[in-house]
């Protein structure tokens, strides 16, 4: 690794209510939250960048953004935001404009930011209008290290249950795009509550736990885990390298239903 490096931290599928009272499987998603960005705030004072990937909102009330832009008021770094199927976009987007993006620059390092919600459906998309402006995106951006991220995983993590609800439409022609850029160094996501690390053709694959409820690796049917709550890092240097890791977080109440059968 050379030259400069750049502290990316992503966090994820907060699913906050517009209410204080709002609770996921018994969760105060709310508190951990609260909790998450605390420790974002104390343990990564390097950071330069915050990304958050989807299902801000429980049901995409705008009281749930306006609650989550409350709690980001003290973040001192720049921070963006995309949609995952809980949300609704064009509401992210009225109460937060300037958070809205399709390219962020990091250094010499390009993030390019997909929304793959769908009005309706849990499962994502995206339409031959999106991928044909990524793919024009990717060859502006042909001179630089890329990371992708998005709500909806790409490829299995390996939870079948899970797995039944990630990029559908348009995923082959992602893959293919980002495969023959050339450039594109990582993928990442939120959505399936748990992390996950893994290669395709020497791209990384990183999914991130979810600021909320955490969801059973490996699991068939419907599955909440014990595991605590988390963010993830990724040091981003200018050769178009990278190290990632994934920090779980001491909450200050985690009361989660494990008996559930779903949501």
Known sequence: MSGSKHRLVQFTDPHIGGRPDYHLLGLDTGRTLADVLRAIERD??????LMVTGDISA???EAAYERFLRKMRDITVPWYWLPGN?????RMYEVAPANTAELVALGNWRLLLLDTSVEGEICGGLTSAQLDRFEELLRECRHHPVMVLMHHQPVPVGSKWIDGHMLKGGAGRLLQ???AAGNVK????GHVHQQFDGELAGIGLHATPSTSVQFTPGSGPFSVDDKLPGYRWFDLHDDGTY???V???PVSDYSVD???SGY
Do not use: I
């Open 44 to 49: 990564e004072a390097a950071a330069e960048l």
């Open 59 to 61: 049901n995409g009330a």
């Open 86 to 90: 809980h949300d609704r976009a064009e």
């Open 177 to 179: 795009l980002v495969s």
């Open 186 to 189: 990582a993928l990442v996501w």
């Open 243 to 245: 190290a990632t890791g």
């Open 247 to 249: 920090e779980r977080v």
């Open 258 to 260: 494990l008996s559930s």
